[in-house]
């Protein structure tokens, strides 16, 4: 079993609706680290936390240490917001998930 | 700012060949890190350095090797190429270890 388990693994959604992407984790992290993969292949930092909550544009991140989960949401989602995200969690070194791949249709 | 630059983008090996994936960042990062990308998985760490003149073993180091002899440069060899390290590899530097990472481009490797 990983220890970075997303899901789903992928997912297609419809301009406009609310997207949730989820990560569980069964190791004692430092921090959780959200990146995005765009089809060109570069991968972005979107938020790096350690607890509660955390907002940019229309991105959310939320995270429970106790119960070793984290969510990424995405409000009003757009064809553009189409990524690889993978949620990494950051002991030592950073352990990622396989990454959830998301298409949003027009 | 460039940031984090890994240079080349595509490369196409022959079994046994060697060759050198170039990675430099302009942030005055400590911490540098190589990965490898493989469909399926995530990410795994090949080797990471902690400041120059320092490196240690990843997670999947087999195959390949690193140095640090600046802040700025972490190159990683592959020493005699093989068809599993067929992959997409990617650099990445943070301020220390357990900070935000800014990642390269990636370079991705076909090994024939």
């Known amino acids: 079993k990983n220890e970075v388990e997303q899901s789903p693994q992928n997912l297609t959604a419809q301009e406009g609706e609310f997207i949730t992407i989820n990560c569980s984790y069964s190791?004692?992290?430092?921090?959780l680290h959200w990146l995005q993969q765009h089809p060109g292949g570069g991968i972005v930092s979107l938020f790096m936390?350690?607890?509660g909550k955390k907002k940019h544009g229309r991105l959310i991140a939320t995270i429970n240490i106790q119960e070793k989960h984290s969510s990424l949401h995405i409000t009003a989602s757009h064809p553009r917001d189409s990524a690889v995200y993978i949620c990494?969690?950051?002991?030592?070194?950073?352990?990622f998930g396989a990454g959830t791949r998301l298409t949003v249709k027009p | 700012n460039a940031g984090v630059t890994q240079t080349p983008k595509f490369q196409v090996l022959k079994t046994g060949q060697s060759m050198t994936l170039q990675c430099a960042q302009d942030?005055?990062?400590?911490?540098m890190s190589w990965y490898r990308q493989d469909p399926g998985m995530g990410l795994r760490l090949i080797h990471y350095?902690?400041?120059?003149?320092?490196?240690d073993q990843g997670e999947v180091p087999n195959g390949y090797n690193v140095s640090r002899s600046t802040t700025e440069d972490f190159p990683l060899r592959l020493l005699s190429a093989a068809p599993s390290q067929t992959s997409v590899y990617f650099c990445?530097?943070?301020?220390?270890?357990?900070?935000?990472?800014?990642f390269g481009q990636g370079t991705r490797l076909t090994v024939v």
């Open positions: 990494a969690a950051i002991l030592n070194d950073m352990r």
């Open positions: 190791v004692g992290i430092s921090a």
């Open positions: 936390l350690s607890s």
């Open positions: 942030m005055n990062h400590e911490y």
């Open positions: 350095s902690v400041g120059a003149g320092i490196t």
């Open positions: 990445a530097s943070a301020t220390q270890r357990n900070t935000e990472a800014f």
